[in-house]
């Protein structure tokens, strides 16, 4: 199977807080609104995560490297979840806390590649109430890029996508 990939469609996108963001209940889907990349913005079907709701949709059946980072204000440990929904379930996938053994911080942070199939969603659910920061030396940030698509007629081996 070939894959064309167009230089016009993103297939990942990195977004801020552009300012500070009051959580004021539990569970609360984190929505960054500001995309920092692509600077320019594709229209139509070819940007995959929506400013508004805080939902990346994976376009493809890949694996994507996603890289999350919460900061919180008032200094306590920040914790949140990475949820992902499709094939009729939805899921924590995982969950990230700034507590450490002996000492907390005030930022918790996952990176990990992900497969997902096409149109599974991906958002972050904040687990404490309190005020995320947006700031340019601590940034809080939902980054997604596509590393290999998964060929199913291949046996399932990855492809990497053409540069």
Known sequence: ???TFSAETYYGF???I???QVIS???RVVVFGTVAWPEVQPTGET???DKETGIFTAPLTAIYFIFIQIVRQDGLPAN???VVVGGGSVGVYAEADSGTPGGQSNAASYAAPVYLEKGYSVWVNVRFEGVIVASASRNSFF???LVSVWDSESAGFPISPAR
């Open 1 to 3: 199977m070939i894959f």
């Open 14 to 16: 990195y977004a801020v």
């Open 18 to 20: 552009s300012s500070d």
């Open 25 to 27: 209940r539990l569970n």
């Open 47 to 49: 940007m995959f995560y």
């Open 80 to 82: 949140f979840e990475v």
């Open 143 to 145: 980054s997604v890029k």
